[in-house]
């Protein structure tokens, strides 16, 4: 299983990174097409030992798969063979858009680190809400003991201002929620212009109050909602949102998004400077993201569903988040280094340092 290395070094690291993951999540997918899913279903089967309760839902690992990889929904049942316990769909806008010009996907293979500047690029609600139906009932009666859960991040349409930006998440809300496990209201990405600013307390309230009430009234369910974060929110600003989180009674909070800091890194200064803006993931982000999960779970407590990304490559590192007080862990940049084999060598793992 540890032959991927070998093969991204030979076969991908020279590749632009987008044609790269283009390439891997078609052969993902295709190897689902053909009919391998039922193997690897049984192949890579989270132990029955990790299975976890949150949002009022069953996941059969705490681990699972972050926003970005699968933008659009066209490969969930395919990932979900891979043993990932969740799979989060997105980001997905009100409106589909092209995303920002490439290049915008870059690697830093010495900081097992990647920059990008995707800009949301994806389909738009109304082409994606089909295929999380049709993917959720494949789901179903795949997995007839405890399936994997699909969460949906959605995130402002650019061309929308940000004084409209409640809409644009309404409309999202409304067309997603029917099919969704869980809802993500991402205003954390660096990529579109001010959107972070919407994390400011005093916009994020009404924007979160009103695509709860959207999703639920959509879907005539409560739909668990979750407010993804940056991790270079002040330390107080992080405080702010965790009140808040608490106040409107919010589901869970993710933490964290992609870093703007190029802080630490081993790559040659030049290297990382001719890469540009973007929002770094990775193994650089570890120390911060694992900072603002502690500060989150001594705010919070038990009151809210922490879910931790940023950094974690092997089943010790997920483990450490989880003691650290996250119900849930997401990995994506690593699935990027460490391939198909990655999710379930860390189930592994995980079943291991339990015993």
């Known amino acids: 299983m540890r032959i991927y290395p070998t093969f991204f070094r030979l076969c991908f690291s020279w590749m632009d990174a987008e044609r790269a993951h283009k390439i891997g999540f078609t052969l993902i997918k295709t190897a689902h097409t053909v009919g391998a899913g039922a193997v690897l279903r049984r192949m890579f089967a989270p132990s029955p030992s990790l299975q976890t ?3 009022g839902l069953t996941f059969p690992t705490p681990f699972g798969l972050a926003a970005g990889f699968d933008k659009e929904g ?4 395919a990932l979900a063979n891979l043993g990932f316990g969740h799979i989060e769909v997105g980001t997905i806008t009100g409106q589909s858009q092209p995303g920002n010009p490439q290049p915008r996907l870059f690697r830093l293979v010495e900081d097992r680190a990647v920059i990008n500047r995707m800009g949301f690029n994806n ?3 109304a082409a994606v809400a089909p295929r999380l139906t049709q993917a959720v009932s494949e789901l179903a009666k795949s997995y007839p003991t405890v399936r994997p859960v699909v969460g949906v991040n959605i995130g402002k349409t650019k061309l929308v201002e940000l004084d409209d930006a409640l809409e644009d998440y309404l409309i999202s809300a409304r067309t997603l929620a029917p099919a969704a496990d869980y809802l993500v209201v991402n205003v954390s990405s660096p990529n579109t212009p001010g959107l972070r600013l919407l994390q400011n307390v005093e916009t994020l309230r009404p924007l979160l109050t009103g695509v709860r ?3 639920d009234s959509a879907s005539g369910r409560h739909v668990p909602l979750l407010v993804k974060i940056a991790p270079d929110l002040s330390d107080d600003d992080v405080a702010d949102v965790a009140a808040l989180a608490l106040d409107l009674k919010l589901d869970g909070i993710i933490c964290t998004n992609t870093t703007i800091s190029r802080d630490g890194l081993k790559s040659p200064a030049v290297m990382v400077e001719e890469k540009g803006a973007g929002g770094l993931s990775g193994a ?3 120390a911060r993201s694992l900072a603002v999960l502690r500060q989150l779970k001594a705010a919070v407590g038990d009151s809210l569903t922490l879910i ?3 950094g974690v490559e092997t089943g010790a590192e997920v483990q450490e988040r989880l003691d650290a007080g996250a119900t849930l862990v997401q990995g994506y940049t690593g699935f990027l280094y460490e391939g198909p084999f990655w999710a379930a060598r860390i189930n ?7 015993k």
Do not use: F, M, W, Y
């Open 53 to 55: 309760s949150a949002l």
């Open 74 to 77: 066209k490969g969930i049942n």
């Open 123 to 125: 389909d738009g609600a």
């Open 213 to 215: 009430e959207a999703a």
């Open 284 to 286: 650089p982000l570890k």
């Open 308 to 310: 931790s990304v940023g």
């Open 348 to 354: 592994k793992e995980l079943v291991q340092l339990r």
